[in-house]
């Protein structure tokens, strides 16, 4: 009692606070329900909270129950319509996954600024990020509903695992969805029902330069450990397109979900399930389930009974039957129930939900009335049909941009020479900018005025590609596709397939074996290479009416090697020799473009620190390298070192280390996490150092070969004395570019292996 008198008095000091206090996205206190006025706090709800709090430790907020239904909506009179007219000018927009670049870690000290908190580079002044805004900016009073829409529908109730926390919720929308009716209560009392405060904001997001995307941000305060708050609110899609896939982790642990789907007759949504293993899922027909009643152990000592006794927590409403495989009138209803579902965090180097978080993938594919069948998605040919619909939208002029390209080729004699100038020339003066705001958010911009502004998104930039190509008599096309952080194939008639645009070229127009795929928002990458996320992808290139599905050629991990090669002698405890590096493919890419991202006078200070890992013991000086801007050889760069305090003397004895690059020692990686983890592209590192044996020392003992072998990594490092020297070699190889979840405890006593190995010393002696 006294705890429970102390959780009353320290509430009604909270709510006196917020009621003299001003937030922007809470309400004053008189409009919540006041706990002491309707007496929620009791003893039980403590004693529950405690419960809770003992089994998840880690959680602020559980979530005992959430239940979400989507009801699906056929206008027969509007789905003719549309059916009729799909070359309709209606602007709309995708919500898609972001198509940014995630580059690898380069050099230390590149820029990268923000202007009204969006994400620019060195390049852009706040004139010209105010001029993006004007230019993209759309009116959304041209939205209408289709002929299939959706209703989502969300109740959600959330426990506090600790005193004084306010719950924070965020719903996402934006110009293909509404939100309404956003009530809560607390400890499911009627009595306290409130409508919600909430405050609009943009979405922002790293790689999204600017977005139609809005945040309905509301915070709820909680007040006491086990005090609860059921939430409720509704969306609706105003096109059946744009629900593309449904997650069940959200952002604390959830102890049941229940998600629903309420679908017509006649109309065809197929549901596909996505990494399911390892999961409590599972799937039934028929009314959905109320949520199961809370059940929760706890020690009872009645002072004669030494037994465990369950306390069982009975929801206030009455059970439903066991649900039956059947549908209710003409609509069919199913449900997924999920159990103990992990906290979705988010996680560094994330490979992309889709690979792993359980999900399912949403395809309205028709609806039939009787013999009238009208098609929604029901394929590849539906989904390049609306593609088709999209890009007729554009009004490309070639007149300036064809000057340029002939001049571009006027010297050049192959078809590969011609190409290449006409692509680096959109990688070198077309600067990426990648944005999500209404038509601007998936129909390509005009090549006159991606050309005109110097700047433009994927589509953008692909179609101006395309262009130039065009006026210069190549057989060049859009071509859509999915990056490797998307699980579903480019062909999968679904909007979340694919999530950026390149642009594919034939030579030869009769030849389509030979070609070239162009991603101009890769910088730096040679003609004829291919970044990871696009690599082995298939993708859908625009045919006219028809279409071609191709896939993009992948490399293994050898084509992205680094060769370093190491000359070392032993002269008074220093380490001094000669360095050569050689980067290919991927790894050469990133050392350019972290080296171009630096300012002129940063240069060669950052690329010093790039070679000694700004390890003051590590002197570097001489360095010879091939040019920078030169994408289509490898990066070379050859320089002399100096090394301190990498040799021990102790009576006769030397210890000898010369492995200061150490890669991915000590990189443990979180076994708990629920992705994937991304290496950022395939890795492939070979070393050779020669070590001359001093006059006077012979090999007393070298550390004992290491060799691990792995689908996804592999660890090969050894020590061998030939004459009058000592060689080491080392190969590292991340053959997929990725680890799976599946295989962290491996990397990591891997990498525990590989760090004590690297702590390991030549010993020489007299």
């Not at 089994?55 to 699906?72: A, G």
């Not at 009595?191 to 139609?212: L, M």
């Not at 988010?346 to 889709?354: F, H, M, Q």
């Not at 006159?448 to 930039?461: E, H, L, W």
Request: glycine content about 6%; proline content about 3%.
């Amino acid at each position: 009692m006294r705890r429970l008198f102390t959780i009353l008095a320290t509430v009604s000091v909270l709510l006196f606070i917020s009621s003299c206090s001003y937030q922007t996205y809470i309400l004053p206190a008189s409009y919540f329900f006041r706990p002491m006025e309707y007496n929620f706090v009791s003893k039980d709800m403590i004693e529950e909270g405690d419960r809770l709090k003992a089994k998840y430790p880690d959680e602020d907020f559980l979530y005992r129950s959430w239940q979400v239904t989507y009801t699906f909506n056929v206008d027969e009179g509007k789905l003719k319509k549309a059916d009729n007219n799909k070359t309709s000018k209606k602007k709309k927009k995708i919500k898609r996954d972001n198509d940014d670049y995630g580059g690898s870690k380069g050099f230390a000290g590149a820029r990268v600024t923000y202007i009204n908190g969006i994400r620019t580079s060195k390049r852009f002044d706040e004139k010209t990020v105010e001029q993006v805004l004007k230019n993209i900016d759309t009116d959304e009073s041209d939205w209408e509903k289709t002929g299939v829409t959706i209703d989502e529908k969300h109740l959600v109730d959330v426990v506090a695992l600790n005193d004084n926390l306010s719950y924070d919720h965020v719903i996402f929308y934006d110009g293909t969805t509404s939100v309404s009716g956003v009530g809560g209560q607390y400890a499911k009392t009627p009595s306290s029902r409130f409508i919600v405060p909430a405050v609009t904001k943009n979405y922002e997001d790293a790689g999204i330069f600017h977005s139609d995307e809005k945040m309905a941000v509301m915070s709820i305060p909680t007040y006491v450990l086990g005090n609860s708050v059921q939430l409720d609110y509704n969306l609706n899609y105003r096109d059946y397109r744009y629900l593309t896939s449904v997650y069940f982790s959200e952002d604390y642990f959830v102890k049941e979900k229940i998600v629903s789907f309420e679908i017509p007759e006649g109309l065809d949504v197929e549901l596909i399930e996505m990494n399911f293993d390892g999961y409590e899922i599972t799937r039934t027909e028929g009314a959905p389930p109320a949520p199961a009643d809370d059940v929760e152990e706890e020690d009872e000592d009645d002072g004669d009974s030494k037994s465990k006794k369950k306390k069982k927590k009975t929801s206030k409403k009455k059970k439903k039957k066991k649900t039956k495989s059947s549908s209710s009138g003409n609509t069919k209803t199913i449900n997924y129930i999920v159990k103990n579902m992990p906290a979705m965090k988010r996680e560094p180097y994330n490979y992309g939900p889709s690979h792993s978080i359980p999900h399912l993938l949403v395809l309205c594919k028709s609806y039939t009335n009787g013999s009238d069948t009208t098609s929604l998605m029901r394929n590849t040919d539906d989904l390049y049909s609306w593609y088709n619909t999209l890009t007729q939208k554009m009004d490309n002029k070639q007149e300036d941009i064809k000057k340029t390209a002939e001049k571009l080729i006027a010297d050049k004699t192959t078809d590969e020479e011609k190409i290449s100038a006409i692509f680096y020339w959109v990688q070198d003066n077309i600067r990426y900018i990648a944005f999500e705001d209404g038509l601007a958010g998936f129909v390509p911009d005009d090549c006159q005025s991606v050309f005109n502004k110097r700047y433009g998104d994927c589509k953008g930039m692909a179609n101006l590609t395309k262009e130039m190509l065009k006026s210069v008599g190549y057989d060049a096309r859009l071509t859509w596709i999915g990056t490797d952080r998307i699980a579903y194939d480019g062909t999968t008639p679904s909007l979340s397939a694919a999530n950026h645009m390149i642009c594919v070229v034939y030579p030869d127009s009769t030849d389509k074996n030979k070609r070239y795929f162009l991603d101009g928002t890769e910088s730096f990458v040679s003609f004829g290479d291919y970044a990871k996320r696009i690599q082995g992808r298939r993708v859908v290139i625009e045919d006219g009416e028809k279409y071609i599905v191709d896939s993009v050629p992948e490399f293994d991990h050898l084509h992205n090697k680094v060769i370093k090669t190491e000359n070392f002698t032993i002269d008074n405890k220093l380490v001094k020799g000669t360095v050569k590096r050689v980067y290919h493919g991927e790894s050469k890419t990133n050392v350019i473009r972290s080296y171009d991202n630096m300012r002129l006078d940063e240069r060669e200070r950052a690329l010093r620190g790039f070679l000694n890992d700004n390890d003051f013991n590590l002197s570097v000086s001489g360095m010879n390298h091939t040019d920078f801007g030169e994408r289509s050889q490898p990066f070379e760069i050859s320089y002399n070192i100096e090394a301190r305090n990498r040799v021990i003397e102790e009576g006769k004895k030397l210890f000898v280390n010369t492995d200061w690059d150490r890669e991915w020692a000590n990189y443990r990686i979180d076994t708990a996490r629920l992705t994937h983890y991304s290496f950022l592209h395939k890795k492939h590192t070979v070393k050779t150092s020669t070590i001359a044996i001093p006059a006077g020392y012979k090999v007393a003992s070298l550390p004992a070969a290491l060799s691990i072998t792995n689908d996804y990594f592999e660890f090969k490092l050894s020590y061998t004395q030939q004459g009058n020297s000592i060689v080491y070699t080392k190969e590292i190889s991340l053959p997929k570019g990725y680890l799976h979840r599946g295989q962290i405890r491996a990397w990591n006593e891997a990498v525990d292996e590989l760090t004590d190995f690297y702590d390991s010393y030549i010993v020489l002696t007299k």
